[in-house]
């Protein structure tokens, strides 16, 4: 490593701003970064320039408040000696973007790990929220492999309905069976889904964006305790101040995210996210970011560190609070600290501010057993996630966490075979097709009957639709049956409490087993054994596959130049859906001086 005439590392932005044996491009690079008022002496004062990645914008409320935050984090850099320069991010808002929000996740990284290597930049603070900012403002920094730190926006306050907790997302998925069942008209319908959203911020349940902020922490890619913190409360700006000075420090200590995103890291936040009750897109998420940093991280990771961790967090939608309960009940440095004394976090692992997450947890309390059940005391004595196999995926996820008492006792009861369930399928080619024809007396679908969705994975849907858990047709919800079994090639919310079989790999748009399928194919899920098949001959599953294979790819036409960028060079969500060609391009910030 370079070293300046006082025997301190060279920052990497010299070489832009300070840099002798170029007079030329120096004094090109420094003029346009004069013209706001920043001065020659600052630019060429050897300080670090630290660049705040923004993902706040109206275009992604969710995130909006670090519009406000990245004033404190200035404050902060400026306050230990650097210079913030504020850039955006491209946007990518969870619920508002068309076809999906997953099909920007690798955009926006590509879009950042430009930024961060191309730029004058010694360092980076990740303005991380909405459910997708997060995973790709980490990806972008686990390839550049800059000092980076994540500011989490923080959750919304809880949100309320004639007294009642209602929690963002997961109100969805409950306001839909009342629409169905007539209990509420349309108007009734919007107004009890808005009224889980009362303030600025992501969603308040543990859905998606509380995981991965929750998982950054856990990382140590965050200062402890700041995941939680609802985004309106005087904490968030203080914290986004101390992340601000921290950013100083990492630079100065040259501690960069592959010091700390090691394989314990990851395994590490696998058990957090099982005691969270963490979303199903939190594998496609840190397998992506893993990949990215070159750590080996494997579904059978998921399944072997996570699977018998219990649930330790009693949020919606597998338990009853929101995000500010959450908060005032000790956050994740609470959850880490139980699962440290149950042995079961490998407690030298080094975060942001220096420490290792023992030094951080080790003395942790839970202030509300009620919202953060005692190690001893869980909601569930075993939360992960059961990867199942079989002949019509590689692999597929669920959340076993979830099953109600009232869907095992219809499905799984069986005293013979406890654990499995067999039934008639009911296939739709993607969501248009599943509204369309759901409530259809035509179909059949009871309550033995199992829905399938396919198109709907990273390749067929681009990005991966969350569509797999499918609410049943109005008549049987009116009947009382309120669920069915869903298996599905696409993704699913993490605001939803629906035990789907999901995540599919491979998909159907690209050959995988599930293309092969017909309405009316028996299929049986036994998760003891950890599998679901189709009960047909291999000889007919081989014929059709030669039939399909003739008709060709079923995915339908891209709509915009990315997608089908996007469609010719992502993986399966098994190993992250990343770009695949991106992951041989690591450590890029240590290779700027051979330009
Ligand atoms: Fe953005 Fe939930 S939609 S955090
Ligand atoms: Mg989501």
Redesign the pocket.
């Known amino acids: 490593m370079s070293e300046n005439g006082q025997g301190r590392r060279k920052l990497r932005s010299r070489s832009w701003f300070d840099n002798p044996s170029n007079p030329d491009m120096t004094a090109l690079y420094i003029e346009k970064y004069l013209n706001y008022g920043l001065s020659i002496e600052e630019l060429q004062s050897d300080r670090p320039i630290i660049g705040i990645a923004q993902t706040g914008s109206d275009l992604t409320p ?1 995130n909006r408040q670090h519009l406000i935050l990245a004033e404190r984090v200035k404050a902060g850099i400026r306050e230990a000696g650097g210079i913030p320069l504020e850039f955006p991010l491209h946007p990518i ?3 508002g973007k068309r076809p999906t929000a997953g099909l920007d996740r690798n955009l926006a990284y590509l879009s950042l790990v430009e930024t961060l290597f191309g730029y004058p930049l010694d360092g980076v603070v990740l303005t991380i ?3 997708k900012t997060t995973p790709a403002a980490l990806m972008a920094a686990a390839t550049v492999n800059l000092p980076a730190i994540a500011l989490s926006v923080g959750p919304m306050l809880n949100g309320f309905y004639e007294g009642r907790r209602v929690g ?2 997961t109100i969805v998925w409950k306001a839909r069976s009342m629409l169905a069942a007539g209990e509420i008209d349309y108007q009734g319908f919007v107004r009890l889904v808005a009224s889980s959203a009362p303030s600025t911020g ?2 308040n349940t543990m ?1 998606t ?1 509380t995981t991965m902020n929750s998982l950054t922490e856990a990382l140590g890619m965050s200062l402890p305790g700041s995941a939680a913190i609802p985004a309106p409360y005087r904490d968030r700006q203080e914290c986004a101040y101390r992340t601000g000075l921290t950013i100083v420090e990492l630079v100065n200590a040259d501690r960069k995210p592959s010091d700390i995103l090691t394989r314990d890291a990851f395994l590490n936040a696998i058990r957090v996210n099982s005691a969270l009750g963490g979303s199903t897109n939190a594998p496609i998420h840190l397998n992506a970011i893993a990949r990215h940093i070159g750590v080996e991280l494997t579904l059978e990771d998921w399944e072997r560190h996570g699977r018998d961790v219990p649930l330790l967090v009693n949020l919606q939608p597998a338990g009853e609070y929101l995000g500010e309960d959450f908060y005032r009940a000790g956050g994740v440095p609470a959850v880490v600290g139980e699962l440290i004394r149950a042995g079961l976090i490998a407690g030298d692992a080094l975060t942001v501010n220096g420490k290792t997450i023992g030094e951080n947890c080790a003395n942790t309390r839970i202030v509300d057993e009620d919202v953060i059940r005692p190690f001893a005391r869980p909601l569930k004595p075993t939360a992960g996630l059961t990867v199942l196999r079989g002949n019509l995926f590689d692999s597929a996820i669920m959340k076993t966490s979830v099953i109600s008492p009232d869907f095992r006792a219809r499905y799984l009861s069986d005293p013979k075979d406890p654990d499995a369930f067999e039934g008639k399928v009911v296939v739709f080619d993607g969501p248009e097709d599943y509204h369309s024809r759901i409530d259809d007396p035509a179909l059949g679908i009871d309550d033995r009957s199992i829905l399938v969705i396919r198109g709907t994975g990273p390749i067929g849907y681009p990005g991966g639709a969350e569509v797999v858990n499918m609410r049943p047709p109005a008549a049987l919800i009116r009947a009382g049956v309120d669920a069915l079994p869903c298996i599905g090639d696409g993704r699913q919310s993490g605001t939803s409490g629906s035990p789907s079989i999901l995540n599919a790999s491979p998909e159907a748009a690209v050959g995988g087993g599930l293309s092969l399928l017909r309405t009316g194919d028996r299929v049986r899920i036994d998760l003891r054994r950890r599998e679901v098949r189709v009960l047909i001959e291999d000889q007919e599953l081989a014929a059709r596959r030669k039939e399909a294979e003739a008709a060709g790819p079923t995915y339908p036409k891209s709509q915009t130049p990315w997608q089908e960028i996007h469609r010719s060079l992502t993986g399966q969500f098994e190993t992250g859906a990343v770009l695949e060609m991106a992951v041989k391009y690591q450590r890029l910030a240590q290779t700027v001086d051979n330009l």
């Open positions: 969710c808002q969870e619920t929220g909405c459910d963002s997302g992501f969603c859905g964006a």
